[in-house]
């Protein structure tokens, strides 16, 4: 049996032309059913539906065989265990610095003062920060980051941007480049050894499959 971790949303949804590249096909929804693993096409294939930040944790460990995680997700996981052989160019958004409009970022990085930064990040935010040999207090939020900066508990986030909205309707906006964001096909390395024959062809089909779309999109 070949089970993948995957997590319900933009993931799954563009996750599923590359599972039907690859031959797989969920029986059941997972936008309208309340089951957390789901049959497949193939008897020999399931998937799990997990939250996102656990699915490197599920394969890491062996209860999940292959996984599709975002680039945030792995770095802040650490990647231990994992083999990550194919950036699948999906889910794409951007790792970004945000603040509230007319804070002044540039003069606050000149003066070397302390900044208050709210995110889920931590670790990314923490590298991030050390580079440029800022100083920081970092903040853990799970949620609703844009509020940190509006109530005075944070200076700046760190946080997934997609199109900008959220941190327009916010009165906030993006003042630096963090990194580009987008989903991983992970494997648990004692899977690809013990399970190569049957794991092998999926990931040449999901390989496959990215090809296709990149040189679609050119």
Do not use: W
């Not at 794991?199 to 040449?204: E, K, M, S, V």
């Amino acid at each position: 049996m070949i089970t993948i971790a995957l997590s319900k949303g933009r993931i799954f949804d563009e996750t599923a032309p590359l599972l039907a590249a690859a031959g797989i096909h969920s029986t059941e929804e997972p936008g309208s059913s309340r089951k957390l693993i789901l049959g497949t096409n193939r008897e020999d294939v399931r998937l799990i539906i997990v939250r996102a930040s656990d699915v490197p944790t599920y394969v890491q460990y062996g209860a999940a065989d292959i996984g599709i995680a975002g680039k945030d997700v792995l770095d802040e996981h650490g990647g231990d265990g994992l083999y990550q052989p194919l950036d699948l160019q999906i889910a794409k958004c951007k790792m970004m610095v945000a603040v509230r409009k007319g804070f002044d970022y540039e003069a606050v990085i000149r003066q070397g003062a302390r900044l208050k930064v709210v995110t889920k990040y931590v670790k990314t935010a923490r590298e991030h920060f050390a580079e440029k040999g800022m100083h920081v207090d970092l903040i853990k939020l799970y949620g609703s980051m844009e509020l940190g900066p509006l109530v005075g508990l944070a200076d700046a986030i760190v946080d997934l941007v997609s199109t900008g909205g959220t941190l327009k309707a916010n009165n906030l906006e993006a003042v630096e480049h963090v990194g580009d964001v987008s989903s991983r096909l992970i494997v648990n390395q004692a899977s690809l050894k013990l399970k190569r024959s049957a794991l092998q062809p999926i990931l040449d089909d999901f390989t496959r499959a990215v090809a296709m779309n990149v040189d679609t999109n050119k």
